[in-house]
């Protein structure tokens, strides 16, 4: 990992599609006082029109080709929290300069809950197919071992909350010292102030 100062590092967060990454890394962004940035909506905004539209006139290279400067460049800017999208580490340069820069995060999520998480989404592409469960275990299969090799962390999101995904990604950060634990609240204040 580059090193300089350990807590302005970016913190990312890798995942299948529907894992939480964006709405765990705002919650952290605020959490932290940090930046939070979406490298899909980064992408959307160099490209100037929605990833889909892209995608449907210039196709998937050039999408990814854009995609990668995007990682790239986010990866660079010190002390933000950086969601990035479900295919980002199909490219190996996306990889490496998540896992060199950023102290990176996969949320593991199943094919089978992401499904139960996004079967009402109409805005996602890969779920409009003939069989949407079938296609998740296929890009599970295909991109889990790619998360691993981009992240230092895995958080399984099992059925977790939010808070409760956000409190795992933050003890991890406390325990490996690259947070403040004052910026950790601790589960006994959650129970109540006392008499």
């Known amino acids: 990992m580059e090193h300089g100062q350990p807590r302005s590092l970016t913190i990312a967060l890798v995942g ?3 894992s939480g990454k964006s709405t765990v890394g705002r919650h952290l962004a605020r959490q932290l006082g940090r930046r939070f940035v979406d490298s ?11 990833i889909r539209e892209w995608f449907a006139l210039h196709g998937e290279d050039s999408f990814r080709d854009t995609e990668q400067q995007v990682i790239d460049d986010l990866t660079r800017e010190p002390g933000s929290v950086l969601a990035t999208g ?12 998540l896992h060199a820069r950023t102290h ?19 805005q996602r592409p890969l779920l409009q197919v003939a069989d949407p469960q079938r296609k998740l275990r296929d890009l599970f299969r295909e991109r889990d071992p790619l998360y691993r090799r981009a992240s230092h962390y ?16 933050l003890m991890q950060l406390e325990l490996s010292g ?4 004052g910026q950790v609240p601790s589960p006994i204040d959650a129970v109540g102030d006392g008499p």
């Open 104 to 122: 990176c995060f996969y949320l593991r999520s199943t094919p089978e809950e992401i499904f139960r998480r996004l079967r009402h989404d109409t």
């Open 154 to 169: 895995v958080v399984e999101t099992a059925r977790p909350s939010v808070p409760a995904l956000l409190g795992m990604v």
């Open 16 to 18: 299948m599609p529907g």
């Open 40 to 50: 899909d909506a980064e992408v959307e905004r160099r490209l100037g029109m929605p």
């Open 86 to 97: 479900g295919g980002a580490v199909l490219r190996p340069a996306n990889r490496d300069a």
């Open 178 to 181: 690259l947070v403040d634990p």
